[in-house]
T-cell receptor, first 114, second 114 residues
Framework: EDQVTQSPEALRLQEGESSSLNCSYTVSGLRGLFWYRQDPGKGPEFLFT???AGEEKEKERLKATLTKKESFLHITAPKPEDSATYLCAVQAGGVTGGGNKLTFGTGTQLKVEL | DTEVTQTPKHLVMGMTNKKSLKCEQHMGHRAMYWYKQKAKKPPELMFVYSYEKLSINESVPSRFSPECPNSSLLNLHLHALQPEDSALYLC?????????????FGPGTRLLVL
């Protein structure tokens, strides 16, 4: 069974204090790993798709990296508007397939304070 | 444009009511999804439509009835719901293909069952 574990559950940072969020996964053949940002009461907003180990993607203050067992979301010099829940999800492929299903982690709730 | 729209934004219904949630996308995506999300939990997959055919039903109670009238539209018909069905209902869409399929989410419908 595919599993995704995110840590920490919650993170409080001062503005400008860089940090990383972790997403550990076990999946039968990784088809893709996805990062989303979700604000309270809103739908998840797509951030990144990672396909293979060693891949890195950046967007503004965010950088996502992928290894064979985990992914990191690095936040450089965060601002209060970066406060949100960050969700990691995996999509399985391989022999048994996985259709279009995503397996989500429980998220990291980030709060950035002035 | 990566926009998925959902109506209504909010819905309050009694346990004997019948209502429908609507979702629309114009990205040419051929897979569409319904998710249910409870507070502080990740999205939970309910249904997947692929090329307008139901491909995944995650053992959802029959009081939820999905419909895909065409490749751009997805409905979720609600009947005789229970208070525990109160949640944020999210629609998503993705391209169909061999590679990783990024799912784009709508803003959600906040449902309250009294």
């Amino acid at each position: 069974e595919d599993q995704v574990t995110q840590s920490p559950e919650a993170l409080r940072l001062q503005e400008g204090e860089s940090s990383s969020l972790n997403c550990s996964y076990t999946v039968s053949g990784l088809r893709g790993l996805f990062w989303y940002r979700q604000d309270p009461g809103k739908g998840p907003e797509f951030l990144f798709t990672l396909y293979s180990a060693g891949e890195e993607k950046e967007k503004e203050r965010l950088k996502a990296t992928l290894t064979k067992k985990e992914s990191f979301l690095h936040i450089t010099a965060p601002k209060p508007e970066d406060s949100a829940t960050y969700l990691c999800a995996v999509q399985a492929g391989g022999v048994t397939g996985g259709g279009n299903k995503l397996t989500f982690g429980t998220g990291t709730q980030l709060k950035v304070e002035l | 444009d990566t926009e998925v729209t959902q109506t209504p934004k909010h819905l309050v219904m009694g346990m004997t009511n019948k209502k429908s949630l609507k979702c629309e996308q114009h990205m040419g995506h051929r897979a569409m999804y319904w998710y249910k999300q409870k507070a502080k939990k990740p999205p939970e997959l309910m249904f997947v439509y692929s090329y307008e055919k139901l491909s995944i039903n995650e053992s959802v109670p029959s009081r939820f009835s999905p419909e895909c009238p065409n490749s751009s539209l997805l409905n979720l018909h609600l009947h005789a719901l229970q208070p525990e069905d109160s949640a944020l209902y999210l629609c998503a869409s993705s391209q169909e293909g061999r590679g990783p399929e990024t799912q784009y989410f709508g803003p959600g419908t906040r449902l309250l069952v009294l």
